[in-house]
């Protein structure tokens, strides 16, 4: 029998809504939902590869168990009774326990909520997660300056007239801190109403391709350009923050820092002309809707909450912050900002190195070192929730080592990864198409108020556990070993319609499963003051540990002379997600997507010819892949895609192993972070290229 289902591709933060018709289990096609009210029909290449997640036969279908080299399938309760007993020991021989949430948990609403239960359970301390690989940065300044983590400012780009990307690339990406499907199309339609797009980027991507004007930027300088735009407001008189400036406090310390800065130097030392720096400006400064936006590039960057706090500046000076076409507030049927802390800071901090937690977490960086670093408190068992950490996070080849001292690690994934392949327990979810979904943390941040739940396309198989379940009954488990009681389970669907219900939008789950291709809940709308979280609802504009950020650390980078070696950048592309999807029949044809692009006089000068295997070394390690040369990079800058170097010992992933690629982790270096918000610098590291000739002949 045909049937055909609404339904959200939850692999990126798109959430396009597809129409998936299948014949019993066999899936016929995958296409856009035209009537899905936020993604208008649009699709991604990466949609097609729901059928392959859901038949690939690599996707563990049962818990296993290590033995030597092997993997022994093994029962649902032998797996929690062992591990159960394996962690209580551990506990009362005073071992310490950690945790590593991935990315995809963002995507599956039904995990986080059962996550403090296992935190609890092992008793763990330390929590790590991709966030600190990603968007603290962001979660950090809106700490700060709105009182809350989550009041994610979201570029209205449908209403804009001049929008500035810096450091991101949402035509490959698809948007990040930003549910926005089809941006190409409402890029067209911008500039169909005579707006701009500018692009700020060392490479020419795919979004500055289809910009009005690109800039290349030198990577990690991006403070640079964002403080001389401010200046250049300032002397163009176009500073005009408008109904924003009865709600700012703190405003004129800001330029009193920011005054002690002089466009000259600040353009030299971000390779951006000071004309164009003037120019963009007017341009923003000119009165109509403008909104700057900076992504990966500007996060995870050792100035990472300097950039993310100079861009809401810019957008509050040109009086765009919360203003239609601006960078605006949502009013979302799940208000998590109203159920949840603002976010503690600096309560405790880590074993090792210090690390101040931040959310409840210490940097994913520190997760190798407190795991091998010997002591009382050595982290001794993990756990890993839909991470592959040992890829996505710098030094990865040291998070390798780590791991195998654990005396117990779990990972709670469907495949043998670089990651998992270290585990004692691997416990896999079902299908992704027998679990339901709901945009929990991604509606939020979408272009439009809106809401969708998908049930699952499929019945569960007999035997198998959604996350959700894995997470509860794992955690019941070890706390009934170590002597703990927790609380029951509550079954997810409950927490989320107890979540819209008690929303000021006060929707019921039943309300939204009433509309299967979405429910739109309207355009953006201006909410402040009132939706800030700050006491006295005013955005705290000069935060102290900013300001002493731009006036110290800052003001010396910008008195040093800049390098003249190379650095490493990342990059995304369309038919790639992170570390996982690389095992997609589908996704995995056309050219190789793992090669260094450089830019062609760097090919020269070192002999490097296109497709040429060439050596990169840093301070952290070394990897050989194929040389792209290219135009669309800066000179002085090379790029690497993330996520790749699926031939490590022990991957059970039969297609992604065909061409494995390197990891651009065994490169960036666990040292280089931004200090305020903990995150990994995972852009500018430096390295040295050659032809794999001459390494080899040197050696
Ligand atoms: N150099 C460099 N490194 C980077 C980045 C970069 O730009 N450059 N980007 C960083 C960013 S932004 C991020 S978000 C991180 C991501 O890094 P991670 O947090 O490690 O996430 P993924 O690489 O997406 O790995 C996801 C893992 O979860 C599994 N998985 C997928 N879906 C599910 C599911 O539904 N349930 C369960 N249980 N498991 C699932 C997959 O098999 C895979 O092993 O990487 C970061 N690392
Ligand atoms: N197809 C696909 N889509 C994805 C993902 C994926 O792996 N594949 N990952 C998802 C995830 S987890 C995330 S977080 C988002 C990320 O979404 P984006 O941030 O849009 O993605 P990136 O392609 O990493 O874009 C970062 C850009 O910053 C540039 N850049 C590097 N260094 C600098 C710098 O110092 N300054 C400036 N100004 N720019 C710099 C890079 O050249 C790159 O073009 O994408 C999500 N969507
Ligand atoms: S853009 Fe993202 S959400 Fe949309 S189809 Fe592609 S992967 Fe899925
Ligand atoms: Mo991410």
């Known amino acids: 029998m045909l049937t055909s289902h609404h339904r959200t591709c939850h692999l990126c933060e798109a959430n396009c809504g597809v129409i998936i018709t299948a014949e019993g289990r066999n899936i016929l096609s995958i296409k856009g939902d035209p009537e899905n009210p936020l993604s208008r029909g649009h699709v991604c290449p990466k949609s097609q590869a729901l059928a392959d997640l859901e038949n690939d036969p690599d996707r563990l279908r049962t818990p296993v168990k290590r033995v030597g080299d092997d993997w022994l399938p093994i029962s649902w309760d032998t797996a929690y009774a062992e591990i159960a007993a394996r962690m209580a020991a551990i506990r009362r021989a005073g071992g310490e326990a950690g945790l590593y949430l991935g990315n995809p948990t963002a995507h599956n609403y039904s995990i986080s909520p059962q996550v403090p239960a296992l935190k609890k359970a092992i008793g763990a301390r330390s929590a790590f997660s991709a966030s600190t690989v990603d968007q603290i940065p962001h979660?950090?300044?809106?700490?700060?300056?709105?009182?809350?983590?989550?009041?994610f400012p979201i570029p209205d780009i449908d209403r804009t007239q001049h929008m500035v990307i810096i450091g991101g690339n949402p035509l490959a990406s698809n948007g990040s801190v930003w549910t926005v499907p089809d941006v190409k199309k409402r890029i067209a339609a911008l500039q169909a109403r005579g707006g701009r797009l500018t692009v700020i980027d060392p490479r020419r991507t795919e979004t500055a391709l289809v910009a009005d004007a690109h800039h290349f930027i030198r990577p990690g300088s991006d403070p640079a350009l964002l403080v001389a735009l401010l200046l250049a407001l300032d002397e163009a008189g176009l500073v005009n923050p408008g109904r924003l400036g009865a709600m700012l406090d703190g405003w004129d310390s800001v330029w009193e820092a920011l005054r002690t800065f002089e466009i000259p130097a600040l353009a030299a030392a971000c390779g951006i002309d000071a004309a164009v720096i003037h120019g963009l400006a007017a341009e923003i400064g000119a009165g109509d809707p403008a909104v700057v936006y900076g992504r990966i590039g500007v996060s995870t960057a050792a100035f990472g909450t300097l950039n993310q706090w100079l861009i809401v500046l810019i957008n509050i000076a040109t009086g765009n912050l919360d203003r239609v076409g601006g960078a605006m507030f949502s009013d979302p049927a799940v208000d998590i900002v109203g159920?949840?802390?603002s976010g503690s800071q600096g309560r405790f901090r880590s074993r090792v190195s210090g690390h101040p937690e931040l959310l409840g977490e210490f940097p994913a960086v520190a997760m190798a070192e407190e795991i091998a670093t010997p002591g009382p408190g050595r982290i001794t068992a993990l756990f890993t929730i839909a991470g592959n950490p040992v890829l996505s996070v710098p030094d990865g080849g040291a998070l390798d080592a780590a791991l195998d001292t654990l005396e117990l690690m779990v990972s709670i994934d469907m495949y043998v990864t670089a990651t998992s392949a270290h585990a004692d327990y691997i416990l896999p979810p079902c299908g992704p198409l027998e679990k339901d979904h709901y945009p929990l943390f991604l509606a939020p941040i979408a272009v439009r108020n809106f809401a969708k739940y998908s049930p699952p396309v499929f019945e569960r198989t007999p035997?198998?556990?959604?996350?959700?379940?894995?997470v509860a009954e794992l955690a019941r488990a070890i706390a009934a070993a170590t002597g703990d009681t927790l609380p029951a389970i509550v079954p997810p669907r409950d927490t989320l319609d107890r979540m819209l219900k008690n929303s000021p939008r006060g929707l019921s789950l039943a309300d939204i499963e009433a509309h299967p291709h979405g429910l739109d809940l309207g355009a953006l709308e201006p909410r402040l003051p009132e939706r800030l979280r700050t006491p006295d609802k005013h955005i705290a504009c000069a935060p102290e540990a900013l300001i002493a950020d731009l006036t110290g650390r800052f003001a010396d980078w910008l008195a040093e002379a800049p390098g003249d070696g190379l650095v490493l950048i990342g990059r995304r592309r369309v038919r790639n997600n992170n570390s996982w999807l690389a095992n997609s029949h589908r996704l995995a044809k056309g050219p190789a997507r793992c090669t260094l692009m450089i830019a062609p006089a760097d090919a020269e000068a070192r002999?490097?010819?296109?497709?040429?295997?060439?050596?990169i070394t840093s301070a952290a390690g070394r990897v050989t892949i194929a040389a792209e040369i290219s135009d669309a990079m800066m000179p002085g800058v090379v790029s690497l895609p993330h996520g790749f170097g699926h031939d490590r010992p022990g991957i059970k992933l039969s297609v992604a192993a065909q061409r494995p690629g390197v990891s651009h982790n065994d490169?960036?270096?666990?040292?280089?972070?931004?200090?305020?918000?903990g995150n990994a610098a995972l852009v500018g590291t430096p390295v040295l290229v050659a032809p794999a000739s001459q390494a080899v002949a040197a050696e």
């Open 667 to 677: 490169l960036t270096e666990r040292g280089r972070i931004d200090p305020l918000s």
């Open 463 to 470: 035997g198998t556990k959604s996350d959700w379940e894995i």
């Open 339 to 341: 159920q949840t802390g």
């Open 607 to 615: 002999g490097i010819a296109d497709g040429m295997d060439v050596t």
């Open 139 to 151: 979660q950090l300044v809106q700490l700060l300056m709105f009182g809350h983590n989550a009041l």
